[in-house]
């Protein structure tokens, strides 16, 4: 294979930020070692400890190297080859302090887990990143798929681990500080969705912990900053939102007693406001996920089908992130548990046999029982004749149950 041009050799610097403790090491060595005998400039950084996790790591990467943007990809992405060109001259503007790139999906048609996944993180990338960024709100740095200015990670403190969403942390304080955050969309980065219930789960809890703890630091300094006031409430927002999973799991508990007492009370205007509540809860989030799907995929017609199963796993979804906020409101640090990669591309009907996996929790019994507990309301629906309520029950039914089951399958099947 020919050598590179110099011009690129020069510029080059790959790092493989290594923490492992298994074969992944001696794995990572040999294919470091055959790019270097290309002529390109890579490097395998190891430490002695994890100390800081994936922001140590990053930290102790970013101590060392030489490059003037830094590129971070996960190991479960596979960037295009001309991502580089098509992020740096974002670059040319000397207050751009970050670009992002798009997520896009190795193996979203796996399965229902992983077609819900891609759902929800197309909305978050194409309407949420889009729209903060061109309103001037702060937005977010996703961990991977972007390149940084090394001045404004310096500038903005470096990459702290005293939360577990480093990214977020950087991305507000970098801002704070005056660097412009850029959103690509037109740039898509293929990486594989956790197709491993518990690994997604885990996945899910340190990311809704990560955002609350980032919010109980920063945001008496975004309050404090010069920043519009809209701004600042919209970065709060953006900060806490997660905290509407503690509500979401409140109001599992007590929406069939409410139910019964609006039927109880026989009162039309009751009715036509519950139908009104509901209308006002439901469409902005089907409007949300479905225009997401119309922008970038020609068959959106058939994603819509999906919808209902991407509103009941977040449902389901509700005890395990209620943990994760109540956990980063005490201040509990917590670990950083990485998400397993089986590096599965489209869909396969075998299931991915790897050594780590992500544990089973004993909160899936929790779940479990609110699964059970909506089962026994659906009966007693059904023989007082109160059929209008049920799909609305049907959502929390099958949430729960499939987050708890598939949990505890996806445990057994572990190799």
């Given at each position: 294979m020919?050598?590179?041009?110099?011009?690129?050799?020069?510029?080059?610097?790959?790092?493989?930020?290594?923490?492992?403790?298994d074969?992944?090491?001696?794995?990572a060595?040999?294919?470091i070692?055959?790019i270097?005998?290309?002529?390109i400039?890579?490097?395998?950084?190891?430490?002695?400890?994890?100390?800081?996790?994936?922001?140590?790591?990053?930290?102790h990467?970013?101590?060392?190297?030489?490059?003037?943007?830094l590129?971070?990809?996960?190991?479960d992405?596979?960037p295009?080859?001309?991502?580089?060109?098509?992020?740096?001259?974002?670059?040319?503007?000397?207050?751009?302090?970050?670009?992002?790139?798009?997520?896009?999906?190795?193996?979203?048609?796996?399965?229902?887990?992983?077609?819900?996944?891609a759902i929800?993180l197309?909305?978050?990338?194409?309407?949420?990143?889009?729209?903060r960024?061109?309103?001037?709100?702060?937005?977010?740095?996703n961990?991977?798929?972007?390149?940084?200015?090394?001045a404004?990670v310096?500038?903005?403190?470096?990459?702290?681990?005293?939360?577990l969403?480093?990214?977020?942390d950087?991305?507000?304080?970098?801002?704070?500080a005056?660097?412009?955050?850029?959103?690509?969309?037109?740039?898509?980065?293929?990486?594989?969705?956790?197709?491993?219930?518990?690994?997604?789960?885990?996945?899910?809890?340190?990311?809704?912990?990560?955002?609350?703890q980032?919010?109980r630091?920063?945001?008496?300094?975004?309050?404090?900053?010069?920043?519009?006031?809209?701004?600042?409430?919209?970065?709060?927002?953006?900060?806490?939102?997660?905290?509407?999973?503690?509500?979401?799991?409140?109001l599992?508990i007590?929406?069939y007693?409410?139910?019964?007492?609006?039927?109880e009370s026989?009162?039309?205007?009751?009715?036509?406001?519950d139908?009104?509540?509901?209308?006002?809860?439901?469409?902005?989030?089907?409007?949300?996920?479905?225009?997401?799907q119309?922008?970038l995929?020609?068959?959106?017609?058939?994603?819509?089908?999906?919808l209902?199963?991407?509103?009941?796993?977040?449902?389901?979804?509700?005890?395990n992130?209620?943990?994760a906020?109540?956990?980063?409101?005490?201040g509990?640090?917590?670990?950083?548990h990485?998400?397993?990669?089986?590096?599965?591309?489209?869909?396969?009907d075998?299931?991915?046999?790897?050594?780590?996996?992500s544990?089973?929790?004993?909160?899936?019994?929790?779940?479990?029982?609110?699964g059970?507990?909506?089962?026994?309301?659906?009966?007693?629906l059904?023989?007082?004749k109160?059929?209008?309520?049920?799909?609305?029950f049907?959502?929390y039914?099958?949430?729960?149950?499939?987050?708890?089951?598939v949990?505890l399958?996806?445990?057994?099947?572990?190799?």
């Amino acid at each position: 294979m020919p050598r590179p041009p110099s011009t690129i050799r020069d510029r080059l610097e790959i790092q493989v930020l290594d923490d492992s403790t298994d074969e992944t090491t001696a794995i990572a060595a040999r294919k470091i070692a055959e790019i270097r005998a290309r002529g390109i400039n890579a490097v395998h950084v190891r430490r002695d400890d994890r100390s800081g996790f994936k922001a140590g790591a990053l930290q102790h990467g970013l101590e060392c190297a030489r490059g003037e943007l830094l590129a971070v990809f996960d190991a479960d992405f596979v960037p295009p080859p001309s991502i580089l060109r098509d992020l740096v001259p974002y670059f040319g503007d000397p207050r751009v302090g970050m670009v992002q790139a798009r997520w896009e999906h190795l193996n979203r048609d796996y399965s229902a887990l992983a077609q819900a996944q891609a759902i929800s993180l197309d909305s978050h990338f194409l309407i949420e990143h889009s729209a903060r960024m061109h309103g001037e709100r702060f937005f977010n740095f996703n961990g991977t798929a972007g390149l940084l200015r090394k001045a404004c990670v310096v500038d903005a403190g470096g990459w702290q681990s005293d939360t577990l969403t480093e990214d977020l942390d950087l991305s507000y304080r970098a801002q704070l500080a005056g660097w412009r955050f850029v959103f690509a969309p037109q740039v898509g980065c293929p990486a594989e969705l956790p197709v491993e219930m518990n690994a997604f789960k885990a996945q899910q809890h340190r990311w809704v912990k990560g955002s609350i703890q980032v919010a109980r630091k920063l945001l008496p300094e975004i309050w404090r900053s010069a920043s519009p006031a809209s701004v600042k409430l919209e970065a709060t927002f953006h900060l806490t939102n997660n905290v509407a999973y503690v509500f979401l799991l409140l109001l599992s508990i007590i929406v069939y007693p409410v139910v019964l007492a609006r039927y109880e009370s026989k009162s039309l205007l009751f009715t036509i406001a519950d139908t009104v509540l509901l209308l006002a809860a439901t469409s902005p989030v089907l409007f949300y996920f479905a225009y997401a799907q119309r922008e970038l995929r020609r068959d959106w017609v058939q994603q819509l089908r999906h919808l209902p199963f991407v509103l009941s796993l977040g449902i389901g979804l509700a005890l395990n992130n209620s943990r994760a906020v109540l956990e980063g409101l005490v201040g509990s640090r917590g670990s950083f548990h990485r998400t397993p990669k089986f590096r599965i591309e489209g869909q396969s009907d075998e299931w991915p046999r790897r050594r780590y996996r992500s544990p089973v929790s004993v909160w899936v019994l929790l779940e479990l029982g609110l699964g059970a507990y909506f089962a026994w309301v659906m009966v007693s629906l059904a023989q007082a004749k109160l059929y209008a309520p049920l799909p609305f029950f049907a959502l929390y039914l099958f949430g729960f149950l499939y987050v708890g089951l598939v949990s505890l399958a996806h445990a057994a099947r572990r190799a």
